[in-house]
């Protein structure tokens, strides 16, 4: 009886140890690695400001595409300041040109989103943060 119960148990340990390598073999990959697919921003900056800390991945995609991409981390003790949308800029470096604001998609908490043509090759500046403070990266447009 004794042996039986201990070969049984057995029988469950060696089921168990083996099912783990299986789903270790099977199991999908981690999501957090395909976040907006493979690809590296072409610039970011990551901002400590006064009610968080601010992130900011510029995509340079061809044909003066570009995609902007905010992640701003609220400090515990702001409230509600995740949900504020950031005021953003575009300009170009050393040329006396109108900066211009594009349209934010909000993509989740303290996340936003903007897709835009640039209308001009060249090296670009964005501002991104709440009034006085923000965020600068700087990149090239080809
Ligand atoms: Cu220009």
Redesign the pocket.
Known sequence: MINKLLAAFLGLGVLAFVGVFIWGAVRPLDPVQSRGGADAPTASTSEALSDGRIDVEIYVLGNRNIRLEIKFIPEADASGAAALQPDVNFA?VD?H?DGFTPPLERVGAGMWRANLKLP?A?RWIANVGFGEEFAEVEFDVP
């Open positions: 170009m040329m040109m001009m060249g």
